[in-house]
């Protein structure tokens, strides 16, 4: 299996960017589709951004959309998120996610409950 493990995030200022970087080890990075997800205080954890085993496909959920960019480097066994005009509603545990997948690598999933890896999480903390 897969370990995760979630690094660069801090404390930035509105309108500012950091970059989130996933360091996988324990398996290549390449077997699986990869996911980016959020949990604010006293809400819900949801989907960020998804990326194909392939980089071929990506999909943003509609807030970050424009903002957010989501990569891989499977050579590093490195996943990404660049963010960008980061806004105080963004504050939240960022979380990367792994999918094993042994075929379709064109493929990206949104569901949470698809993922069957996760890192501890990183904070990141927008002030205004």
């Known amino acids: 299996q897969v370990q995760l493990v979630e690094s660069g995030g801090g404390l930035v200022q509105a309108g500012g960017s950091l970059r989130l970087s996933c360091a996988a080890s324990?398996?290549?990075?390449?077997?699986?589709?990869m996911g980016w997800f959020r949990q604010a205080p006293g809400k819900e954890r949801e989907f960020v951004a998804t990326?194909?085993?392939?980089?071929?496909?990506?999909y943003y959920a509609d807030i970050v959309k424009g903002r957010f960019s989501i990569s891989r480097d499977n050579a590093k066994n490195t996943l990404y998120l660049q963010m960008t005009s980061l806004k105080p509603e963004d504050t939240a545990v960022y979380y990367c996610?792994?999918?094993?997948?042994?075929?379709?690598?064109?493929?990206?999933?949104?569901?949470?409950?698809?993922?069957?890896?996760w890192g501890q999480g990183t904070q990141v903390t927008v002030s205004s």
């Open positions: 996610a792994a999918k094993a997948l042994t075929y379709n690598t064109g493929s990206v999933f949104y569901d949470q409950h698809e993922y069957n890896y």
């Open positions: 324990g398996r290549t990075l390449s077997s699986y589709a």
């Open positions: 990326i194909s085993r392939s980089s071929v496909s990506t």
